[in-house]
């Protein structure tokens, strides 16, 4: 599976962006799909992920009520629409796919990772 981020720029906080993630590959309908994101000087981090039919998703505390993650299987694209910006949330976001077919909070379960999207949240 090859993965490419996009979407990614400025907003002001309490703005809105979405990035999205196109997959190549025959795997992505029966893949678990996550979105990481890493700060300067930060570990990257968990932010959402979705199990392979998008019927269930799992967030962090942090992005709870603001993120949403959803997938359209048919065109092999994986979304983050992300609302109520905050400059915390300031970070490059990468996509990333698992060979299991639930979400999953942890790096290591995934196997194939996107090349990062910037995004910036001025205050």
């Known amino acids: 599976v090859q993965l490419q981020a996009s979407g990614g720029g400025s907003a002001q906080a309490g703005g809105s962006l979405r990035l999205s993630c196109a997959a190549s590959?025959?795997?992505?309908?029966?893949?678990?799909m996550g979105w990481f994101r890493q700060a300067p000087g930060k570990e990257r981090e968990f932010v959402a992920a979705?199990?392979?039919?998008?019927?269930?998703?799992y967030y962090a505390d942090s992005v709870k009520g603001r993120f949403t993650i959803s997938r359209d299987n048919a065109k092999n694209i994986l979304y983050l629409q992300m609302n109520s910006l905050k400059p915390e949330d300031t970070a490059v976001y990468y996509c990333?796919?698992?060979?299991?077919?639930?979400?999953?909070?942890?790096?290591?379960?995934?196997?194939?990772w996107g090349q990062g999207t910037q995004v910036t949240v001025s205050s």
């Open positions: 990333a796919a698992s060979s299991g077919r639930d979400w999953y909070y942890t790096p290591g379960r995934y196997d194939y």
């Open positions: 590959g025959r795997t992505f309908s029966s893949s678990g």
């Open positions: 979705i199990s392979w039919s998008g019927g269930s998703a």
